[in-house]
């Protein structure tokens, strides 16, 4: 960050170097709108990255991707533009499917688990898909519904692939008697700071749909 320090020390010596001088006074001026202009420029440079825009620089980002705003708010919006660069690029099988969905929620590839539905034991299905992992906490984080993501995942699979069941799993969980304790499974203290997580299911219901 430039001072007037650093200004004044540029000058010849023909110019009188106290910083209370008008001189000094002047470069004091100039270098408070220079400071001004360095924390904008550095603002741009950080909100060319989609985690960082926000407000109306995100929205220029979704519109160089073709993905419309709607209704969500910019934790919703950004993974929304992190899936449709994804699926711009999808060749629809599974291993992208993955790919797309752990980079739009920011996760490991290892925390999302898919499988087709031609072999299960229940409701047997030639071009059907179920998400039976996902990380609901990040899900939760973004203010995003199951159901919303679920138009994510609909919009990724290849055209006439049903997304027939989204399961999302939590971490909680009753122990048997004896069990040592588990913060990560067990109930939560008052403050929220550990305890296990619920899971969710995606089923048809009332959340807005997305604009994608």
Same mark, same amino acid.
């Given at each position: 960050? *430039?001072?007037?320090?650093? *200004? @004044? !020390?540029?000058? &010849?010596?023909?110019? &009188? %170097?106290?910083? +209370? !001088?008008?001189v000094g006074k002047l470069c004091q001026i100039m270098s408070g709108q220079i400071a001004k202009l360095q924390t904008t420029n550095e603002r741009i440079r950080l909100w060319r990255d989609v985690d960082q825009a926000e407000g109306t620089t995100l929205d220029l980002t979704g519109d160089n991707v073709g993905q419309a705003r709607g209704a969500a708010t910019d934790e919703v919006y950004r993974i929304m533009i992190k899936s449709k660069v994804a699926r711009n690029l999808s060749t629809a099988d599974i291993n992208t499917i993955i790919r797309?969905? !752990?980079?739009?929620?920011?996760? +490991?590839?290892?925390e999302i688990k898919i499988e087709e539905m031609y072999a299960d034991p229940i409701a047997p299905e030639p071009a059907? @898909?179920?998400?039976i992992e996902l990380p609901l906490a990040t899900l939760n984080a973004a203010g995003m519904s199951p159901q919303q993501f679920a138009q994510i995942i %609909?919009?990724?699979?290849a055209g006439g692939v049903r997304v027939g069941v989204i399961e999302l799993t939590g971490t909680f969980e009753f122990g048997n008697i004896g069990d040592p304790p588990d913060n990560n499974a067990g109930f939560a203290d008052l403050g929220q700071t550990f305890g296990g997580t619920l899971g969710a299911a995606y089923s048809p219901g009332s959340s807005p749909e997305l604009p994608i």
């Open positions: 960050m *430039i001072t007037a320090a650093d *200004i @004044i !020390s540029k000058l &010849t010596d023909v110019f &009188t %170097k106290n910083p +209370e !001088s008008n797309v969905l !752990s980079l739009a929620l920011g996760c +490991e590839y290892s059907g @898909i179920k998400l %609909k919009r990724t699979v």
